[in-house]
């Protein structure tokens, strides 16, 4: 029997764009309070530490994707850097507290996940998505240990946890500051990251 060829075809710009706005407003729709396309070209990468062996702060978890990812980074970027286009959005958090951070995080994580889903039915199968803070925080806080930093172990929420934004180097002051360009130059203050998520397609 003849196995047929996957050819791999890059997506014209201008469906690119109105796809990635379709998924903005799929956002907006879901609870997000901002949401944009921005061009992948203008992501500016900032050092990370490196913390080794598993180390960070006192009091923090580290899992496989915070303080730093437990793969090389560098690689990541060079990904990251392919796409053509990222849809950045921002949720708020109803409240305060432990629980209501924990509540709008796991909102935060489902609707990277869902934008993600709907990028792959529209044919972009090579999507990804980031979103903010520690995923072992929302998803594995009784957990001794991140699962998936032990050798042959699996992570536990695989369709659930996803790489942070500021772990992967991106700067989310400069991303939240891309959602109401010059706001902040002009008001003399950084915009508040609150919330962010994005997802990278082409």
Known sequence: MEVARIRATRTDLERLKKDAEALCRQALEEGAK??????????????????????????????????????????????LGRYRLAVV??????????EKDKEALERLYRLVSRLESACFYKGYHLALGLASGNCRDVFCSSERRCQAMIKGKPCLHPNKARPSIEACGLDPAVLAASLEPGRGAKKGRQASPGLLGMVFVD
Not at 53 to 77: E, V
Not at 89 to 98: D, H, K, M, T, V
């Open 34 to 79: 901002d949401a944009r396309v921005i061009p992948c070209r203008d992501l500016r990468f900032r050092k990370a530490k490196r913390t080794g062996g598993g180390r960070t702060q006192a009091g923090a978890k580290p899992s496989l994707h915070w303080p730093s990812p437990a793969y090389p980074l560098d690689s990541l970027r060079e990904g």
């Open 89 to 98: 959005f921002r949720l708020e958090a109803e409240g305060s507290g432990p």
